[in-house]
């Protein structure tokens, strides 16, 4: 099942927007014993981020569980978040890679702390507004699958628990799409029914990513450089950019109008690596990659090689046809996908499924130059 049965006490993280809104209703109104909680995660408002939405979202929770008589709480999470998302977070990307804080705080705080946190509170279940499905298989086991409406399918970001938290996991919106989302959160006169969905990572509203890290990485200038070494001109600091990215580089197109893209960082020179934007560019486009830190939600794939599965490189991305094979015996596989894949990025993650099953991850794997490492 999405939703608890009427006999878990189940508690719902409620960020003070539309998904997670319905999400309480549809729990209020199966009968489910239902709480909110709305969870503290960053102080600087006023400072770093300026425009954040936190104390906008917080106002919004508290209506909403007003609106639908149900208990609410505030939890204060900060310096854990800090801790293990924040600063992971700043620390990749000074490093070289392009973590994802999203998938990190699904693992970490939401169903790691606040489902901690809810178990010793004397809940059964916890709750979140992600669309997609969980089931449970003939072996009892909880499995993870594909949201209905797959323009919102957020499985991608889900992609990094583990079996034993997504057994204490459920989610109301799995089974409907977005447009009856809004029609229910209009049907029910909900404060937040026409309200913006966040974008962008979870704790930073409308500021970029760069700005935010100008903050915590000084900048430390050098050279970019095509993938031959020619000098081309300077960057502010390897931080600021990523894998596959076309604006904001400084280097002007050519007189054909080919327009230059980051393919790699090289930190031992502090050089950023570019090139033209183009299919046939092998420092761009590549079939063959490493992933490390890979887990299986199902155990059947554990310790197995020669996988033929599906594979989400990025969220939002299809399902690819990938080949797994197991290196050795620190968790690192070769992934070959079906097609050649654009730019694919140290630090994010591989969502690997069988059809619309989840069945477990990995991360791309950093090598001397910040590239994904492909496979000899």
């Given at each position: 099942?999405?939703?608890?049965?009427?006999k878990e006490?189940?508690?719902l993280?409620?960020?003070?927007g539309?998904?997670?809104?319905?999400s309480?209703a549809i729990?209020?109104?199966?009968?489910t014993?239902?709480?909110?909680v709305?969870?503290r995660?960053?102080?600087?408002?006023?400072?770093?981020?300026?425009d954040?939405p936190?104390a906008?979202?917080?106002a919004d929770?508290?209506?909403?569980?007003?609106?639908?008589k149900i208990p609410?709480?505030?939890?204060n999470?900060?310096?854990?978040?800090q801790?293990?998302?924040v600063?992971?977070m700043?620390?990749?990307?000074?490093?070289g890679?392009?973590?994802?804080?999203?998938i990190?705080c699904n693992?970490?705080?939401?169903f790691?702390?606040?489902?901690e946190y809810?178990?010793n509170?004397?809940f059964?279940?916890?709750a979140t507004g992600?669309?997609?499905?969980?089931?449970v298989?003939?072996n009892?086991?909880?499995?993870?699958w594909?949201g209905?409406?797959?323009?919102?399918?957020q499985?991608?970001?889900?992609?990094?628990l583990?079996?034993?938290?997504?057994?204490?996991a459920?989610f109301?919106?799995?089974?409907?799409?977005k447009?009856?989302?809004r029609?229910?959160?209009n049907?029910?006169?909900?404060p937040v029914?026409?309200?913006?969905?966040?974008?962008?990572?979870?704790?930073?509203?409308k500021v970029?990513?760069?700005?935010?890290?100008?903050?915590?990485?000084?900048d430390?200038?050098?050279e970019?450089?095509?993938?031959?070494?020619?000098?081309?001109?300077?960057?502010?600091g390897?931080?600021?950019?990523?894998?596959?990215?076309?604006?904001?580089i400084g280097v002007?197109?050519n007189?054909?109008?080919q327009?230059?893209?980051v393919?790699g960082?090289?930190?031992g020179?502090?050089?950023?690596?570019?090139?033209f934007?183009?299919r046939e560019?092998?420092?761009?486009?590549?079939?063959?990659?490493?992933?490390?830190?890979?887990?299986?939600?199902?155990?059947?794939?554990e310790?197995?090689?020669n996988?033929k599965?599906l594979?989400k490189?990025r969220?939002?991305d299809?399902?690819?046809?990938?080949q797994?094979?197991?290196l050795?015996?620190?968790?690192?596989?070769a992934v070959?996908f079906?097609?050649?894949?654009?730019?694919?990025?140290?630090?994010q993650?591989l969502?690997?499924y069988d059809?619309?099953r989840?069945?477990?991850?990995?991360i791309?794997?950093?090598?001397?130059?910040?590239?994904?490492?492909?496979?000899a």
């Open positions: 099942m999405n939703i608890s049965s009427q006490k189940t508690l993280a409620l960020s003070g539309v998904d997670s809104a319905v309480a729990l209020k109104q199966s009968g014993p239902v709480e909110a709305y969870v995660t960053w102080e600087h408002e006023g400072d770093v981020l300026g954040c936190g906008r979202d917080l929770a508290e209506k909403i569980c007003e609106q639908l609410f709480r505030v939890v999470f900060i310096d854990f978040y801790r293990e998302v600063d992971p700043i620390d990749g990307y000074a490093s890679i392009t973590p994802n804080p999203d990190l693992r970490r705080m939401k790691g702390a606040l489902l809810a178990q509170e004397g059964d279940a916890m992600h669309y997609c499905i969980r089931k298989g003939s009892g086991l909880a499995e993870l594909e209905k409406d797959k323009n919102k399918d499985s991608y970001f889900l992609a990094r583990t079996l034993e938290q997504l057994q204490s459920r109301p919106l799995g089974e409907i799409n447009v009856k989302v029609k229910m959160a049907e029910l006169g909900l029914a026409e309200k913006k969905d966040s974008q962008g990572i979870c704790f930073l509203g970029k990513i760069p700005e935010f890290l100008s903050h915590y990485i000084k430390a200038p050098g970019i450089v095509n993938t031959e070494g020619k000098v081309l001109g300077k960057h502010l390897l931080h600021r950019y990523t894998i596959g990215q076309r604006k904001g002007p197109s007189t054909d109008h327009n230059y893209v393919t960082k090289d930190q020179k502090n050089q950023l690596i570019v090139a934007d183009r560019e092998p420092s761009l486009w590549a079939n063959e990659f490493h992933i490390q830190d890979v887990s299986f939600l199902d155990i059947n794939y310790n197995s090689s996988l599965l594979g490189a969220y939002r299809p399902s690819t046809p990938i797994l094979n197991r050795d015996s620190q968790k690192i596989y070959t079906s097609e050649p894949q654009r730019a694919l990025t140290p630090g993650v969502a690997i059809g619309e989840l069945v477990g991850s990995g791309y794997a950093h090598s001397g130059k910040g590239r994904a490492c492909l496979s």
